[in-house]
């Protein structure tokens, strides 16, 4: 009998993200049932007995679970976002520092944000041949030109929510001091913090990986009608809830926020309610308002045809 595929697979987050965290491990156990997955972990401020919790989840679902312990004082002194880009923490630079953390043998890692969904297969990603390349990932599609950071030609640019790393490369290339040396000698130019880091040591040499490894919401048609959602998400793997508003949140926008509740429902945290508080500012909730009315016009065509038929005997 041929040993299961194992796919190594990292995640950061603090206390504030542990259902999210067993949302996104539930649908990676839902979809890749065929592989034995090893999660690597950093979480901090996140209780022993609740760490324990999610260990004894992930060897449940016939995987394995390894948290990793990281100083505060590694961190100290990062850029650390304003109040309102409170989604946003210092668990966000933790992914700098599995390189250190993990076995030496582990030839390659794959870090995903928790504020995903994985909707199919996750080895034919896994086993994406980088060929001289250190690291795999996806364009940011949303990010302007940033001269101030080296990022003069848009698809040069990339998201780190999805990163297939070469663990030998990442070491030898010393890729977390690089990052680690920007962040300390340039934050200012980091609006994007240890993404944007990154993108300053790599300089555009990463390999390209299709989007539907990370599929961001400018990656989804607007105008994509309800009854093609099914057939659009076909061969989609990772869905990425990227932005201020998540899928437990009221105001999230992304079309695909329908899908969050149906992992929900089958990870531990099913008897919890799917939203989270989250305040909302009255021009929040007109532009929440707007882009509902729009989304419904573009789920149902035929709703639109109706309108546009009212309008013309209107204006007769």
Request: proline share 5%; net charge neutral.
């Amino acid at each position: 009998m041929n040993a299961q595929p194992v796919i190594h697979a990292a995640i950061a987050f603090d206390e504030g993200y542990i259902t999210p965290v067993y949302v996104l491990l539930t649908s990676i156990f839902v979809n890749n049932k065929d592989c034995q997955v090893q999660v690597h972990a950093i979480a901090t401020d996140v209780s022993d007995t609740e760490k324990a919790k999610i260990v004894a989840y992930v060897r449940q679902q016939g995987g394995n679970m390894h948290f990793y312990e990281l100083s505060p004082e590694v961190t100290e002194g990062f850029p650390v976002p304003d109040e309102q880009e409170a989604y946003i923490t210092l668990a966000t630079y933790y992914r700098l520092f599995f390189p250190r953390l993990i076995p030496q043998e582990i030839e390659r890692l794959l870090y995903l944000d928790v504020d995903m969904l994985i909707v199919g297969n996750l080895l034919g990603l896994y086993q994406t041949d980088l060929g001289e390349y250190t690291v795999g990932a996806i364009m940011e599609a949303e990010m302007p030109l940033r001269p101030e950071i080296g990022m003069n030609r848009l698809e040069d640019y990339f998201n780190a929510g999805v990163l297939l790393m070469d663990m030998y490369k990442w070491r030898e290339q010393h890729i977390t001091d690089q990052a680690l040396r920007i962040i300390a000698t340039q934050p200012e130019k980091l609006q994007y913090h240890d993404q944007d880091a990154l993108n300053m040591v790599f300089k555009g040499k990463w390999y390209r990986l299709d989007s539907r490894y990370n599929l961001m919401k400018a990656y989804i048609p607007y105008d994509l009608p309800k009854r093609d959602y099914e057939k659009f998400l076909q061969d989609k793997v990772i869905i990425h809830y990227n932005g201020r508003n998540k899928p437990w949140h009221r105001a999230c926008e992304n079309k695909f926020r329908f899908l969050y509740p149906q992992y929900l429902h089958q990870s531990p945290r099913a008897h919890l309610g799917r939203y989270m508080k989250k305040t909302i500012t009255r021009k929040g909730l007109a532009q929440l308002f707007y882009n509902r009315i729009l989304e419904t016009y573009f789920d149902y065509p035929e709703v639109g045809n109706v309108w546009r038929r009212l309008k013309g005997v209107i204006g007769k």
